[in-house]
């Protein structure tokens, strides 16, 4: 039998609205994706991450690209010209003619037919998220998504671990290139890291498009080019607990595992078990993230309480204080 591993704050000193309890008597976290906690303010913005750790939240996120010379941009996407006044690669632009520049409204996930207008609110760095966290003590988690999949120099890296010293304690290193987190770790390996097997093991529906990694379909119907998913050989549950038993440990001591929900939505219709996935992440010791959960998408109310059902400690979501206003009715 797997137990959660131990909560990471104090319950009562985070807003209530972004903490629930399940039926089971489990605590749940909402994760703040991209800082989303005030919808009036710009996603990676210094004052929604400010309206965050004012609240206080149990836990928020926020994307970072290695800028060009020196610090790390608060953007989600590794280009500019949608989200931003700029244009270009992230990688290409310095730290400096960064802090020129505005973001749009704009969210990562949406499709606009013009480009989106710009606002008041400047493109931030690590180094003001640093400084801003320094000046507000909150309880909040912040996980830094390590967006560029590309393999960070060492340099970098330790760029990173020294930058982010003052707040250590607050902080965890998250991404989907396990080439990076394990960088991260032998430069400091008490570094606290979270892992998604995302590059490795994904499902979308037949019509989805899927030149992005895994980047094939196997022969279970999940997005894997491992050899196991060239034909099968049993059932698919079994493929499954075979895949997630060595993805799961490609990240040593990880802190957190990220799965996301439609994926594990489609394991559950594939036999997997619904506590299954929940327990392998648990023996491993970390917490159960599943992502990304926002109210008035399809179906939302019932995938929410699959999400409760599959075992989550972490719920990430771009809209918390609807999903909390939801348990009540």
């Keep these: 039998m797997s137990t959660p591993p131990p909560l990471h704050f104090d319950v009562a000193s985070v807003h209530p609205e972004s903490v629930f309890y399940a039926p089971d008597g489990r605590l749940v976290q909402f994760k703040v994706h991209s800082a989303n906690w005030d919808p009036a303010l710009p996603e990676n913005s210094l004052d929604a991450l400010a309206a965050c750790l004012k609240a206080p939240v149990a836990r928020a996120e926020i994307d970072l690209v290695p800028l060009a010379d020196r610090d790390f941009l608060l953007y989600h996407d590794s280009v500019l010209d949608r989200g931003s006044t700029g244009s270009g690669r992230v990688a290409d632009l310095t730290s400096n003619a960064a802090r020129a520049l505005r973001l ?33 003590p909150a309880p909040t988690v912040l996980q830094l998504d ?25 902080v965890i290193f998250g991404c989907n290139a396990d080439w990076n987190l394990r960088r991260v770790l032998q430069v400091d390996s008490t570094a606290p890291i979270g892992f998604d097997p995302l590059y490795y093991l994904d499902w979308a529906p037949d019509d989805a498009q899927i ?13 894997d080019t491992h ?34 929900l439609r994926t594990a939505e ?20 970390a917490s159960f993230d599943l992502w990304t959960l926002d109210a008035g998408t ?10 409760i059902a599959l075992g989550a400690d972490v719920v990430t979501t771009n809209t918390p204080r609807a999903l909390f206003a939801s348990l009540r009715s």
């Excluded at 030149?211 to 997005?223: I, K, N, S, T």
């Excluded at 394991?267 to 327990?279: F, N, R």
């Design 146 to 170: 390590m967006k560029d999949a590309r393999p960070w120099p060492w340099a970098r890296i330790e760029e990173l671990l020294r930058m982010v010293e003052p707040i250590r304690s607050r």
């Design 227 to 260: 050899p196991l998913a060239r034909e099968r050989h049993g059932s698919t549950a079994d493929y499954l607990r075979d895949r997630l038993g060595g993805l799961l440990r490609l990240v040593p001591n990880p802190r957190d595992l990220y799965i996301r």
């Design 104 to 136: 749009r409204a704009y969210r990562h996930d949406d499709e606009p037919d013009e480009l989106p207008p710009p606002t008041e609110h400047p493109l931030s760095q690590l180094s003001d998220v640093v400084a801003l966290m320094v000046a507000t």
């Design 211 to 223: 030149g992005r990694l895994p980047g094939a379909r196997g022969a279970y119907g999940y997005l």
């Design 266 to 285: 489609r394991m559950v219709a594939d036999d997997l078990g619904l506590d299954t996935l929940k327990d392998m992440i648990h023996d491993l010791g």
């Design 298 to 307: 399809p179906n939302w109310e019932a995938r929410f309480q699959l999400a």
